[in-house]
């Protein structure tokens, strides 16, 4: 027996804001979080614009013994988290906490703690780093802390899939409550990539935009970073309604696949395959999806070629929908991106309301789609589909409906 899946939280924190809430009102009025970047070595960096966390201070929400353990892309998921529990009214406890899982994506991990350590023993010339920093470090951590701070005693582990992370993980999330292996699930994902190691390595592809972030825009010329985190709540539909639990979006499918192609290219083939993919197991048909959250990152190969898949999956019904890249707005956050992005997908649904593309003056004839662009949209949506894409040629679509 296939059970429906529900969400019933969701939490974030990024540049954006703070709170889902905060990220999703920036989301629809079209901020920008994306400025110069400040932490050590950055002058020496080409790239120096990102979405960067700025005026958080961590001694206002972690103890410091906390903080040693907790690489930021650590403390932004607990946050995160503890904001989509609340909201959800679960109390993890007794028979629910052993039904309780977390699958969470990153595909940086503690790579702010991994470059602070490489800094203090190959240019500051220490012979000892902290004890803790293999455990920060560690791709895992997050999902961890996540499970022992709310007593989460189920199926427990990170996925990384590079910028598809999030969505695999939130995916995974939905098939075992779905299937009955688990009543609850947290799940989405979180990366803090910002840092002179992170972004000089980026600097080596050449992907980078030195100016910003312009997804579908004839003048694009690359994608921005960004970090934060993402976190939602996913149910088991009959229980969260015989609790009373206030229910944001249902989800209704989900498909990944592989290209087999190439390292970094993008694949339209296998985007479309994936695409097709989710809106069947939702057992819906290509014209019930009004609106799609692009993987859009910016870069001159990938827009036009995810512009070309959509219409290779919705043929006919591609120039009904509506279509959006809220990277323009909150950079790129690797494997924390597709939770991020969920927020714009379940606002469709739930509101009416569509997140722009912002930065978009003169769209590329290439992508010739309905790209929202720079104001946000009120148009009735009943069903939507979020695309992440990523390097490996791993392809992961996450389909969610209006709860009826």
């Avoid at 790239?47 to 403390?75: C, H, M």
């Avoid at 190691?197 to 992907?207: F, P």
């Amino acid at each position: 027996m296939l059970h429906r899946v529900a969400i019933t939280g969701q939490g974030a924190f990024c540049e954006l804001g703070y709170s889902a809430d905060e990220v999703v009102t920036a989301m629809l009025n079209g901020v920008c979080a994306i400025g110069d970047m400040q932490f050590a070595d950055v002058e020496r960096l080409s790239v120096r614009i990102g979405a960067q966390i700025k005026g958080y201070d961590p001694n206002q929400r972690f103890k410091r013994s906390e903080q040693a353990l907790y690489d930021p892309f650590t403390q932004y998921t607990l946050i995160a988290a503890r904001e989509a529990i609340q909201q959800s009214g679960l109390s993890l406890d007794g028979e629910l906490a052993m039904q309780t899982g977390v699958v969470l994506g990153s595909a940086g991990g503690g790579l702010q703690t991994q470059n602070q350590s490489y800094k203090s023993v190959f240019m500051d010339g220490k012979n000892r780093v902290h004890p803790f920093v293999v455990p920060s470090m560690m791709m895992n951590a997050a999902s961890s802390h996540v499970s022992i701070v709310h007593g989460a005693k189920g199926p427990c582990f990170t996925v990384s899939t590079a910028c598809a992370s999030s969505n695999h993980a939130m995916g995974l999330a939905f098939q075992m409550v779905r299937s009955g292996a688990t009543k609850v699930m947290l799940t989405g994902g979180s990366d803090s990539m910002l840092c002179f190691g992170g972004i000089k390595a980026w600097e080596g592809l050449r992907v980078l935009s030195p100016d910003g972030c312009r997804p579908f825009c004839k003048t694009r010329n690359g994608m921005v970073q960004g970090e934060g985190a993402g976190i939602f709540v996913f149910e088991n539909m009959e229980h969260a309604k015989a609790r009373g639990a206030s229910i944001l979006a249902e989800v209704a499918g989900f498909s990944m696949t592989a290209d087999a192609a190439d390292i970094v290219v993008p694949s339209q083939r296998g985007a479309a395959r994936a695409m097709a993919g989710a809106i069947a197991d939702a057992g819906m048909n290509a014209d019930q999806v009004g609106y799609v959250n692009a993987h859009g990152t910016g870069t001159l190969a990938n827009d036009k070629i995810e512009i070309a898949s959509l219409r290779d999956a919705f043929g006919q019904f591609s120039e009904r929908m509506a279509v959006s890249s809220t990277k323009s707005m909150h950079g790129h956050i690797m494997g924390g991106t597709g939770a991020i992005e969920l927020l714009s997908c379940i606002a469709a649904v739930k509101n009416g309301v569509l997140a722009p593309t912002i930065n978009l003056q003169s769209k590329d004839p290439m992508c010739d789609l309905d790209v929202i662009a720079n104001t946000a949209r009120e148009k009735p949506v009943s069903a939507s589909i979020s695309n992440a894409f990523a390097f490996g040629g791993l392809n992961a679509v996450i389909a969610i409906k209006r709860f009826n």
